[in-house]
């Protein structure tokens, strides 16, 4: 099974507040997790990524929580901006075996919106 | 540095026409993949190309073709349109090809209107 599932929807958050969006996966192959954040009319441009060696990764005020046995991977945004608001994607993709691609799963997506 | 670049960034087509998009990887990545996003979902892989010959194809009818060309640009073919395949067309562009995951860098896409 191939799927990666994000969770909410859509999310509202006041400026200052903390932003956490949470993906399931199920493919045990997977063993690379980025994060990208889409504005409208743009491409999805990367955020952060983390491989399942670790169980968090902070880059600024972007933090990515692993959990390998759960299959759980979630953003936490902290000190959310107005700026901040757009779509996020989680996504996915394994090893590639011999001559095969690495493709990426994405999630469905979150559209994230911070209140000033 | 020049990002990604897609071309045309607009595109409207008649039902049963033929379309080309085309893409340039960032400058030293040589491995260039196709996503499909169509508005409100995450985008859907379509095929992924290093050094010229396709390392991966996604769950899309024949009427998808891609290839990549020797400067290891890349250009997505679609040929008899359908409604369903309005949507945005992305290109990432990877500095390596299968040895590994490496970050991918989208383009702005090309966005397909099929009227």
């Known amino acids: 099974q191939q799927q990666v599932k994000q969770s909410p929807q859509s999310l509202i958050v006041q400026k200052g507040g903390i932003s956490i969006i949470n993906c399931a996966y199920e493919?045990?192959?997977?063993?690379?997790f980025p994060w990208y954040q889409q504005f409208p009319g743009k491409g999805p441009a990367l955020l952060i990524a983390i491989r399942p060696d670790v169980s968090e990764k902070k880059e600024g005020r972007f933090t990515i929580s692993f959990n390998k046995s759960a299959k759980q991977f979630s953003l936490h945004i902290m000190d959310s901006q107005p700026g901040d608001s757009a779509t996020y994607f989680c996504a996915a993709s394994s090893f590639p075996a011999r001559n095969a691609g690495n493709m990426l799963t994405f999630g469905g997506g979150t559209r994230l919106m911070v209140k000033p | 540095d020049a990002g990604v670049t897609q071309s045309p960034t607009h595109l409207i087509k008649t039902r049963g026409q033929q379309v080309t998009l085309r893409c340039s990887p960032i400058s030293g990545h040589k491995s260039v993949s196709w996503y499909q996003q169509v508005l409100g979902q995450g985008p859907q892989f379509i095929f992924q190309y290093y050094e010229k010959e396709e390392r991966g194809r996604g769950n899309f009818p024949d009427r998808f073709s891609a290839r990549q060309f020797p400067n290891y640009s890349s250009e997505l073919n679609v040929n008899a349109l359908l409604l369903g395949d309005s949507a945005l067309y992305l290109c990432?562009?990877?500095?390596?090809?299968?040895?590994?995951?490496?970050?991918?860098?989208f383009g702005q896409g090309t966005r397909l209107t099929v009227v």
């Open positions: 493919n045990t192959a997977f063993d690379y």
């Open positions: 990432a562009s990877r500095p390596r090809g299968v040895s590994g995951n490496t970050e991918a860098f």
